[in-house]
């Protein structure tokens, strides 16, 4: 439920600052496990970058959610080549097809479902891979040659007027219900979590070099916090 605007902090709130977790105390048959499922994941990346999101095919094609997900685990674990090449993929398919948003899924049959929430997993992802990435020349003129895509994605929702409403919050046109088929029209807290703490992230990175947009990132993540 919504309550009255008075009912709100009227100050900005922190953002909660990323960090790695602790290494884990796997047991023998836990790192096994551990190790396999993420050789999988390394494994499946072509080399253009398109990572298919199942081997089995019980999910055609590249899910972008997942991608962005993915992209995480490769910085995590210090794999930024991989990271790298799933990131590039995305940014220049995307600047291929014109399209200002993140795709559902990159298939034979495309859909371009606009599920506001899959921007900004991409757009979390793509900041933890610039703050983190070792400063190669490889990394440095794929973050330079990325960003002008990467602003436009930020941008889209907020230039569309999704988050000028009563609630103060990102309206997703198209939230999917886990394996039902179903996609709800709602203003839904995954989405808004993940858009205010990528537009504060982005803000944050850019501050010196595109403070126009920062100022409007932050701004942005602070209204939704």
Same mark, same amino acid.
């Given at each position: ?131 983190? @990435?070792?400063?190669?020349? +490889? #990394?440095?003129?794929?973050? &330079?040659?990325?960003?002008? *895509? !990467? ?55 850019? @501050?010196?070099?595109?403070? +126009? #947009?920062?100022?409007?990132? &932050?701004?942005?993540?602070? *209204? !939704?916090?």
């Amino acid at each position: 439920a919504v309550g009255k605007r008075s009912e709100f902090p009227s100050q900005v709130v922190d953002h909660t600052p990323y960090e790695k977790e602790k290494p884990l105390n796997y047991t023998a048959k836990g790192l096994s496990l551990y190790q396999e499922t993420y050789q999988s994941m390394v494994d499946r990346i072509e080399k253009n970058g398109y990572t298919q999101t199942s081997l089995t095919g019980a999910y055609e094609g590249m899910y972008l959610r997942d991608a962005s997900i993915q992209v995480l685990a490769h910085v995590t674990n210090g794999d930024f080549d991989e990271a790298r090449a799933i990131l590039n993929y995305i940014t220049e398919y995307h600047r291929m097809k014109g399209l200002g948003y993140i795709m559902y899924i990159i298939r034979t049959h495309n859909a371009y479902h606009k599920q506001t929430d899959t921007t900004f997993f991409f757009l979390h992802s793509w900041v933890q891979f610039a703050m983190n @990435a070792p400063k190669t020349e +490889e #990394n440095r003129m794929y973050i &330079e040659s990325s960003y002008s *895509k !990467i602003a436009e994605f930020a941008n889209y929702y907020l230039d569309a007027g999704n988050l000028d409403n009563p609630y103060e919050m990102l309206y997703n046109e198209c939230l999917e219900h886990s394996r039902d088929g179903s996609y709800f029209y709602c203003y839904d807290l995954l989405t808004n979590v993940y858009a205010s703490q990528a537009l504060h992230e982005l803000a944050t990175l850019v @501050a010196d070099c595109d403070p +126009e #947009n920062a100022k409007k990132w &932050e701004a942005a993540a602070t *209204k !939704i916090v």
